[in-house]
């Protein structure tokens, strides 16, 4: 079997909840060997979010929940407690071997347990270091706590988001997943890619990066926060509507619900013939896509009372046909069935340590000379403490006892 993308290069991982652990797992898929320090008997905070929690072998609840599942394969759990003199020398003592240091404590946190990017770059200046924060390491709000729903808020994401006010329903509506962390994991985890093709391929050495969610939310905006920097004027909700070429929106059919865009004239030609809609075609006030945007609502209600006619399963077929995009409005039940869900492998069943298998979401990349094909379950507490303090450290069995004793690790 190939080597993946990173073997060879070790991560440190002092991250915990969502944002960073999301980073670390990406990098663990490519190949990296992810070492997660965690607190002794506590552990990320994520394994303490509640359930739905994975069920061992006997089919009876364990304390392996969902939240923590999501984003923590491919990872060594070594419990350290950081707060300690003998913790941050083990911390230390490690980060002398990695390639990459990566936490999302509040700005200034480690810097008073000596594991600051200055003091771990004089022991090892090839180290890449990141840092993941709300806000940023500088500017006014820099000190401040935040979580996902606080960016979401704060970054506009919200006030484009969601049905228009004066409708049921309306106004500003947060996405359903944490996705100011999801965006901000995919930031870091090119950003750590970036620095180390610097370091190996560019001739340079270490560096300091710095992450935060606020800045990855507002970028995500894209075309959004550039139709405000170009007009002024901020971009309506539009609930399921699509902002360009119409009818793009949800259309309920008689048995679910269906996403289609026709996006340009061709696209609403072929969709009206299909259809056996030419009147539509015809009609002055849909005749180009000009038109269409002025008329949306009408043009979309139009549609609403045709989609209505008949189940979801028939439009699809119809729209497949006619070469317009579209397709159904899934619960996750219905992902997981789906045929191209299941031919891509979105699902991946592995050995989970309490015996039994466990399912996980493969990677979203497919390489073809060094595919992400090796999935380990999400680590147990402590799971290699031992194993990465005697291998990667040489710590001696009654050294390491000693530090659990004194509950170090």
């Excluded at 979401?152 to 997943?177: E, H, I, N």
Aim: a negative charge.
């Amino acid at each position: 079997m190939a080597d993946l993308p990173l073997s060879n290069i070790r991560v440190l991982d002092l991250t915990r909840v969502l944002a960073g652990p999301l980073a670390t797992q990406m990098l663990g898929d490519m190949g990296a060997e992810v070492i997660k320090i965690e607190r002794p008997k506590v552990g990320d905070d994520a394994r303490i979010y509640g359930g739905p929690y994975f069920k061992d072998k006997e089919g009876n609840p364990t304390k392996e929940n969902a939240f923590y599942l999501s984003a923590n394969r491919n990872k060594k759990s070594v419990t350290v407690n950081v707060a300690s003199p003998e913790g941050q020398a083990i911390i230390r003592d490690l980060a002398k071997t990695a390639d990459v240091f990566i936490e999302n404590y509040k700005v200034g946190d480690l810097k008073r347990y000596g594991l600051d990017y200055e003091a771990l770059r004089a022991v090892n200046p090839r180290l890449i270091y990141c840092s993941i924060t709300g806000y940023g390491q500088d500017g006014p709000y820099s000190a401040r706590p935040g979580y996902d729903a606080i960016f979401q808020g704060m970054s506009g994401l919200m006030s484009v988001t969601g049905a228009p006010d004066g409708v049921p329903g309306g106004g500003p509506t947060k996405v359903g997943p944490s996705i100011a962390d999801v965006l901000t994991s995919l930031n870091v985890s090119s950003a750590i890619l970036g620095a180390l093709y610097h370091r190996d391929a560019n001739g340079g050495t270490g560096q300091y990066i710095d992450v935060a969610l606020l800045d990855s939310t507002i970028a995500a905006l894209s075309h959004y926060a550039q139709i405000y920097l170009v007009s002024g004027e901020s971009p309506p909700r539009r609930g399921s509507q699509g902002n360009g070429g119409m009818p793009a929106s949800m259309f309920p059919t008689s048995d679910g619900a269906i996403m289609v865009t026709a996006g340009n004239d061709v696209q609403y030609a072929r969709m009206c013939k299909a259809m056996d809609r030419i009147d539509l075609l015809e009609d002055p006030r849909f005749c180009n896509n000009t038109q269409r945007v002025i008329n949306r609502e009408v043009l979309t209600e139009t549609f609403d009372a045709i989609f209505r006619e008949k189940p979801k399963a028939y439009w699809l077929n119809l729209l497949a046909d006619a070469d317009i995009p579209s397709g159904p409005v899934n619960n996750l039940n219905e992902v997981f069935q789906d045929p191209q869900v299941r031919h891509r492998g979105l699902e991946v069943k592995v050995q989970h340590p309490l015996g039994s298998e466990i399912s996980v979401i493969r990677s979203p990349i497919h390489y073809s000379g060094t595919p992400l094909d090796t999935y380990a379950s999400p680590p147990l507490l402590g799971q290699h403490t031992d194993a990465v303090l005697g291998e990667v450290l040489g710590y001696s069995e009654d050294k390491r006892r000693e530090l659990r004793d004194a509950g170090v690790i």
